[in-house]
């Protein structure tokens, strides 16, 4: 029997997946904290020509969602730290297995250039 729409759009996992991991940014964030706790100046310089008030908001985001957490050490100068929650590093697995993909995509488009 097919459901009745109700104006709302359906929600499946992926969709999910997208709504925490999504954008430009996240996904990187995600693979840079993979290798360990990082500072935001060290994240910053990781990520290149990203803004200070993005990456913020982007680490922000992932804090809610808990995929990061923050700890602040409270020292005169300032000195925070993020990394994976456990929740973050379950995204491991997924994040390999893009790695894996655009990587299969990348060899295609370099095969195809040069026969071409």
């Known amino acids: 029997m097919a459901k009745k729409q109700t104006g709302r759009r359906a929600s499946c996992p992926v969709e999910t997946t997208l709504g925490v991991i999504g954008g430009q940014w996240k996904v990187l964030v995600i693979h840079f904290l ?15 020509s990203i803004s200070a008030r993005t990456l913020s908001k982007q680490l922000r ?15 005169i100068l300032p000195r925070v730290e993020y990394s994976l929650t ?12 893009m790695e894996a993909w655009g990587a299969s995509v990348e060899k295609k488009s370099e095969n195809r250039r040069r026969r071409g």
């Open 61 to 75: 985001e992932l804090e809610a969602d808990e995929v990061v957490s923050r700890k602040d050490y409270q020292e």
């Open 34 to 48: 993979l290798d360990g706790p990082r500072r935001f100046g060290e994240l910053s310089r990781l990520l290149g």
């Open 86 to 97: 456990p929740l973050g590093e379950s995204l491991k697995p997924v994040l390999q297995a």
